[in-house]
């Protein structure tokens, strides 16, 4: 973060890391030349890295901390300068759509009253403790480092409470405050304006006697002396330090947060006196900056930590994906929180590269085309998007055209989520599909979704047993539901999992038994079959079928003539077809396609969608399959991952996927 509202000149600046890795890590020009080949092209790296970025959106300074609980807990500078969130996931995909909890917010007056800045959180002795910088609320740039305390397990839970301002040896301008332990002493590293300096801040060391605060004296480990480190503002700060083998390494940031800050790099020997200032080398170039070619500007304030098997060190960072700012850039927003592989020479030297360029929509999978009439809905060369990730299992996609929206189920975790382009994914709906308050097992949630004939949220609730209709705008959602169908002759249906209207009003729904916390063996399952039903306007149930183990998706074909519906139970996965008379009731069910046939992959048929020619896209063994309606298969669209639904949105030319922990798209034509 910057800091002091004065300006000094700019000036380009090209860094050359081949000549970095010479200067401080010893190595001749062809081992130096030889390890950066070994992390090879942007592209090739970008095809490793199974991480989407931007990973978060407007969240700069990013810190995140795996806990010894397998969850990774984030918090972050938010763009309002406001207060302290906390999130947490069992992966760092998952803190993407991981719920933010507010835990602190900013002083009305006095300190901590503006300029909420550069979070972290740690977990020492027993207790939680989050540093964090604040001005005053009369006075926004008397910066300065205060410390919250937490005895709880839990971080979301508990009590924070103010352990006051980490005083340091000038009452001057003080941020980004971090801390280690080596070898049993703890350490505290942060920038500050010293009284001698002419520019902004440098970094400092110091031992601490608590967790909130230092014992003297405090060194200096650097200020900016190359001209990298004075572009916009004269910076160095946002430290973060990752060991291994025999060394220390100490990351910090430089410059103005412009296109200009970059990353910079101390090393000191693991023996050695970390608090002798000649401990330390310091890279004269940086290691980490801005990169054009990827289109990636302003890296830095970076935190490090690593796979859940411990065995890959991740760089977390901010970046903007732009080069131009109009104003002041604290006042834009966008510096986005991003994931980067650290590499490792052999002798233990850290490799940062170069920021990869954002793959928000990375793709996945391949499509595999088995008819050349597959040409003509899509491009055989395409592959999905990834547009969102980190559900328990997501279902039920919905396009919402009125709205240009996406909304779609995350069954396990209960919650409906809405993806809107330039928005992302945000939470939409929670409860969705169990309102009850006593603890239960099983998947919870909404299932299939749709937009009833009157413009209301029809839902298909594993949960609560029930087809039900939201009882709220679909723009100003709220968990109020009215059932409109929980039982067939006097006994409770199952937990309806998909559904779709007739023109006349009619609901066909299907109704497995995936929502019961024993599946088909649960005690609370009263009736003996899995039906699919016909819920008539006037409210009547009519059974469909009750021949079908685990009937699950379900679609009618544009001349409302054929039911079509997927059964995905292992005793006989087949793709079903019924006859549609004028009234809406069913006859002549019959077998319309066995995947068995045409592939010898596991898996059975889910949930589809039928476009306007009558093309099915209906999810199988491998992904997607597009189907004509005479049972031809053109081919499949292959997510490399179980795949649940899909539906089609933006006027007929995107096809949405959701595919166990993803939410995927991809152009029709």
Request: hydrophobic fraction near 35%; charge should be negative; aromatic fraction near 10%.
């Amino acid at each position: 973060m910057i800091r002091f509202p004065f300006q000094s000149d700019r000036f380009p600046f090209f860094a050359v890391l081949i000549a970095v890795l010479f200067l401080w890590t010893g190595l001749t020009a062809p081992e130096t030349a030889r390890a950066q080949a070994s992390l090879g092209s942007s592209a090739s790296v970008a095809e490793e890295v199974p991480y989407t970025n931007p990973l978060i959106l407007q969240r700069a300074d990013p810190w995140v901390y795996r806990h010894r609980d397998g969850y990774y807990y984030f918090t972050a500078t938010v763009p309002e300068y406001d207060r302290l969130e906390v999130r947490r996931a069992k992966t760092i995909e998952g803190l993407r759509e991981a719920e933010p909890k507010v835990i602190w917010r900013k002083h009305d007056e006095g300190p901590m009253g503006a300029h909420i800045w550069a979070p972290e959180l740690h977990y020492i002795d027993g207790k939680w403790y989050i540093y964090f910088a604040a001005g005053g609320a009369e006075d926004v740039w008397a910066i300065r480092m205060y410390v919250l305390e937490n005895d709880s397990d839990d971080p979301l839970e508990g009590e924070w409470t103010e352990k006051g301002q980490t005083k340091t040896r000038w009452e001057t301008f003080s941020l980004d405050a971090t801390t280690f332990e080596h070898r049993g002493t703890r350490y505290m590293v942060w920038a500050q304006h010293p009284p001698d300096m002419d520019g902004n801040t440098a970094l400092y060391i110091a031992e601490m006697d608590t967790p909130w605060s230092i014992r003297q004296p405090q060194v200096e480990l650097t200020r900016p002396d190359y001209e990298w480190e004075k572009q916009l503002f004269e910076v160095n700060e946002g430290a973060a330090v990752i060991k291994r083998g025999d060394k220390i390494f100490m990351t910090y940031s430089a410059s103005g947060t412009d296109h200009n800050y970059a990353v910079g790099l101390l090393t000191a020997d693991a023996g050695a006196n970390l608090l002798d200032p000649d401990s330390w080398e310091k890279s004269p170039e940086p290691v980490f900056q801005t990169s054009e070619e990827n289109g990636i500007y302003g890296p830095g304030h970076n935190s490090f930590t690593t796979t859940p098997d411990g065995e890959t060190d991740l760089f977390i960072y901010h970046a903007r994906s732009y080069k131009e700012i109009d104003g002041d850039p604290l006042d834009d927003p966008n510096r986005h929180t991003r994931v980067h592989k650290v590499r490792w020479t052999e002798d233990g030297t850290p490799l940062f590269g170069e920021p990869l360029p954002d793959n928000r929509y990375q793709k996945i999978g391949s499509i595999e085309q088995m008819d050349p009439e597959l040409s003509r809905l899509l491009d055989p060369e395409a592959r999905p998007e990834l547009i969102g990730g980190g559900y328990a299992w997501s279902e039920g996609p919905l396009w919402v055209d009125e709205h240009r929206f996406l909304l779609f189920s995350d069954i396990p975790n209960n919650i409906i989520y809405k993806w809107e382009e330039g928005e992302g994914i945000s939470e939409y709906l929670k409860p969705s599909g169990y309102t009850g308050k006593e603890e239960r097992g099983g998947e919870l949630g909404s299932n299939g979704l749709m937009i009833g004939r009157e413009g209301a949220l029809i839902l298909a609730q594993h949960g609560d047993r029930r087809i039900a209709r939201m009882d709220a705008p679909l723009t100003d959602p709220e968990p109020r539901f009215v059932t409109l169908a929980d039982s067939f002759n006097n006994k409770r249906i199952n937990t309806p999992n998909d559904l779709v209207q007739h023109s006349n009003g009619s609901i066909y729904f299907t109704d497995p038994p995936y929502g019961f916390e024993q599946r088909g063996e649960d005690p609370a399952q009263e009736l003996d079959f899995q039906g699919v039903y016909r819920l008539d306007p006037s409210g009547e149930m009519e059974l469909v079928t009750d021949e079908l183990h685990r009937p699950n998706g379900v679609a009618l074909s544009p001349d409302e003539r054929t039911l079509y519906v997927g059964n995905s139970g292992s005793e006989n996965p087949i793709w079903m077809a019924f006859d549609v008379d004028e009234e809406g009731g069913t006859s002549n069910g019959r077998v319309f396609l066995d995947p068995a046939e045409v592939v010898d992959e596991p898996g059975g048929p889910d949930g589809m969608v039928v476009d306007e020619e009558g093309t099915i896209y209906s999810t199988g063994p491998g992904g997607v399959w597009v189907i004509t309606p005479e049972a031809e298969v053109l081919g499949i669209i292959k997510t490399g991952r179980p795949t649940s639904n899909c539906t089609i949105g933006n006027d007929g030319k995107m096809l949405y996927i959701t595919a166990d922990d993803y939410l995927l798209r991809l152009p029709l034509k």
